[in-house]
């Protein structure tokens, strides 16, 4: 033993009970406390008997993928030309056949939306060199990527008419450039043929995400971060905000019209009857479809064409599930309506979101 030790013994003693505590697995009392609280709120929605039992992905023959004859697209974060950046990604519903749609290094693309008869695809782009020169520009292009067309420039998360002939979109708020996907004011509705916009009447539509224009043309739904906070039914073509009687965020309606599918809570998705003609209940007959438990997240659900299926993302609950939001290790799922049973369709992790169904292969 040398000089160190011999004159400074408790050193000696304090090192080997650190180890001793180290190897015991003894930590600190409040990451112990916390480590307890995670596992007990995942037993406890394992647990609970009004959720599905299946918390994880099953393996994917589990559902007849390849019998689906349509595609996703989704938003990813992937190396291009170099560079990391946001592409919009399409692959059949098995996940094979991967095409990089966007294919640019120095632009980002998100939350892409086909259009009803699968021909298209409306985009969001981040452009401009630096921040303070960037613009959120909304385009659509030709389903194989080509003929890309822009719609609006300082414009926020687009969507089809039912019928494909016109897109609603959200106004930003302020002409630089706001990385909050809320910082919007105001509803805009284009006519793809003659290119004319014109504003919604309604003066009131803010601080808004998720939007979606109801099949038959009569209803915006969409999820409210003002003072109404909440899920909300406007009226297409007058005034008018009523509540969507969902708790939870980011609805989407089925093609038909006839039920509505959202997150209840970042652990669960839901689906109901989409009723906006009820003063009583505008979402009737409350479902869960998927629940996982509290280290994972599941979001940006959509339905098939078909309405036999709903796509989302799933991953890791420190992911961050806003549009252009880093969330490493998510991928796209899909889940069988009528069994219950989900499975992953991706599996490369990079940040995979935003899935939305293209009605053509």
Same mark, same amino acid.
């Given at each position: 033993?040398?000089?160190?030790?011999?004159?400074?013994?408790?050193?000696?003693?304090?090192?080997i009970?650190?180890?001793?505590?180290?190897?015991?697995?003894f930590?600190?009392?409040?990451?112990?406390?916390?480590?307890?609280? /995670?596992?007990?709120r995942?037993?406890?929605?394992?647990?609970?008997?009004?959720?599905? @039992? %299946?918390? +994880?992905?099953?393996?994917k023959?589990?559902?007849?993928?390849?019998?689906?004859?349509?595609? #996703? $697209?989704?938003e990813?974060?992937?190396?291009?030309?170099?560079? @990391?950046?946001?592409?919009? #990604?399409m692959?059949?519903?098995?996940?094979?056949?991967?095409?990089?749609?966007t294919?640019?290094?120095? $632009?980002?693309?998100?939350?892409p939306?086909?259009?009803?008869?699968?021909t298209?695809?409306l985009? $969001?782009?981040?452009?401009?060199?630096?921040? /303070?020169? %960037?613009?959120?520009?909304?385009?659509?292009?030709?389903?194989?990527?080509?003929?890309?067309?822009?719609v609006?420039?300082?414009?926020y998360?687009?969507?089809?008419?039912?019928?494909?002939?016109?897109i609603?979109y959200?106004?930003?708020?302020?002409?630089?450039?706001?990385?909050?996907? +809320?910082?919007?004011?105001?509803l805009?509705?284009?006519?793809?043929?003659?290119g004319?916009?014109?504003?919604?009447?309604?003066?009131?539509?803010?601080?808004?995400y998720?939007?979606?224009?109801?099949?038959?043309?009569?209803?915006?739904?969409? +999820?409210s971060r003002?003072?109404?906070?909440?899920?909300i039914?406007?009226?297409?073509?007058?005034?008018?905000?009523?509540?969507?009687?969902?708790?939870?965020?980011?609805?989407?309606?089925?093609?038909?019209g006839? %039920?509505v599918?959202?997150?209840?809570?970042?652990?669960e998705l839901?689906i109901?009857t989409?009723?906006?003609s009820?003063?009583?209940?505008?979402?009737?007959?409350?479902?869960?479809?998927?629940?996982?438990?509290?280290?994972?997240?599941v979001?940006?659900?959509?339905w098939?064409?078909?309405?036999?299926?709903?796509?989302?993302?799933?991953?890791?609950?420190?992911?961050g599930?806003?549009?252009?939001?880093?969330?490493s290790?998510?991928?796209?799922?899909?889940?069988? #309506?009528?069994?219950?049973?989900?499975v %992953?369709?991706?599996t490369?992790?990079?940040?995979?979101?935003?899935?939305?169904w293209?009605a053509?292969?």
């Open positions: 033993m040398n000089a160190h030790w011999k004159a400074h013994p408790q050193v000696l003693v304090t090192g009970g650190l180890a001793l505590i180290l190897l015991l697995g930590t600190d009392p409040a990451a112990s406390q916390n480590r307890r609280s /995670r596992s007990s995942n037993r406890s929605n394992r647990e609970d008997p009004s959720l599905p @039992s %299946q918390r +994880t992905p099953l393996a023959s589990e559902v007849n993928l390849g019998a689906i004859p349509f595609r #996703i $697209v989704y990813s974060r992937r190396d291009t030309g170099g560079d @990391s950046n946001w592409e919009i #990604i692959v059949n519903a098995d996940g094979s056949n991967m095409v990089n749609l294919n640019t290094p120095d $632009v980002d693309e998100h939350y939306h086909a259009s009803p008869d699968g298209k695809i985009f $969001v782009a981040i452009e401009g060199e630096g921040r /303070r020169n %960037q613009k959120r520009n909304v385009y659509y292009m030709n389903v194989d990527g080509t003929g890309k067309t822009k609006a420039e300082n414009g998360q687009p969507t089809w008419s039912g019928d494909g002939r016109s609603a959200l106004k930003g708020e302020y002409e630089r450039y706001n990385s909050s996907m +809320t910082a919007n004011e105001g805009v509705m284009y006519d793809v043929a003659t004319a916009s014109r504003d919604h009447p309604e003066d009131e539509l803010r601080m808004l998720n939007l979606t224009w109801s099949p038959d043309g009569d209803w915006f739904i969409a +999820t003002t003072g109404r906070r909440g899920n039914l406007v009226d297409a073509t007058g005034t008018g905000i009523r509540s969507l009687d969902i708790s939870g965020c980011r609805p989407d309606l089925s093609p038909d006839s %039920q599918a959202w997150g209840r809570t970042d652990q839901r109901a989409f009723n906006p009820s003063r009583d209940n505008t979402a009737p007959n409350q479902k869960p479809v998927v629940a996982v438990d509290r280290d994972k997240k979001y940006h659900v959509d098939s064409p078909d309405g036999k299926f709903l796509a989302f993302s799933f991953g890791s609950s420190r992911g599930q806003a549009v252009g939001q880093n969330a290790g998510w991928n796209i799922s899909v889940l069988d #309506i009528a069994t219950g049973k989900w %992953q369709i991706t490369d992790g990079n940040h995979n979101k935003e899935p939305d293209v053509s292969r």
